[in-house]
């Protein structure tokens, strides 16, 4: 399973990463690194962080719906803590908003003091408000397993998940919808009989072909 920290460092104080700097900074600005966790673990040293995230791959599934690995749709695969630190500006505590890994991007260019000059998806976690939803993908890669099919998934946390399942063509050859707030754990999909939710597909269709912070 792959760990990755994020470090926002001072630009004065040493750099000596294992992996490219993402985002050089401007005189008086800091730098952020991205780093494996396995190297961080090695000895490397860096310049006391301003703020630090440490985010994670998502985890396998040990036989839920009768699987042994990570990729499908399913929530007991995706959730995983996301930690933030930076003192004196992060009170301790935990935030219960829904989080991506999209969202390092934005917050960790927010700590730096530095704007990009490209459309970014994702939030700033640092300024208020929350996301409804989540869009999940997924596009089949036969090292991960032939069987496993492309899909593309939205999720609204305590409501409701719509999945579509599609072929090599991205025709739609499955589809799955769970009510979350009655069935948790993803066990019982209506549409197994073949009918549609129409209101979903275009939400997800939506989604699929959004750019911006205002995205899933």
């Known amino acids: 399973m792959a760990a990755w920290a994020v470090a926002v460092v001072a630009a004065a104080g040493p750099v000596a990463p294992t992996h490219d ?8 600005r800091p730098n952020v690194l991205l ?4 190297d961080a673990r ?8 301003k703020a630090l995230a440490w985010l994670s791959d998502n985890g396998k599934l040990f036989g839920e719906h009768g ?6 749709p399913y929530l007991q695969a995706e959730r995983v803590p996301l930690p933030i630190s930076w003192p004196g500006h992060i009170p301790a505590g935990s935030d219960r908003r829904l989080a991506a890994n999209l969202d390092i991007t934005p917050t960790v260019l927010a700590a730096a003091g530095l704007t990009p000059s490209f459309q970014v998806d994702g939030r700033d976690l640092l300024a208020p408000g929350d996301r409804r939803a989540l869009l999940t993908e997924y596009w089949r890669d036969p090292a991960n397993g032939a069987g496993i099919p492309s899909w593309a998934s939205t999720v609204v946390p305590g409501r409701y998940r719509y999945t579509e399942i599609y072929d090599d063509a991205f025709t739609v050859t499955d589809r799955e919808y769970y009510d979350l707030a009655r069935d948790p754990w993803q066990l019982t999909n209506p549409l197994q009989d073949g009918s549609t939710r129409p209101a979903l597909a275009a939400a997800l269709a939506r989604q699929r072909t959004c750019t911006g912070r205002d995205c899933p």
């Open 67 to 72: 699987l042994p690995e990570k990729f499908m």
């Open 35 to 38: 780093l494996p966790m396995d």
């Open 21 to 28: 700097v993402r985002a050089a900074a401007p005189p008086g």
């Open 42 to 49: 090695t000895g490397q040293t860096f310049a006391m962080p």
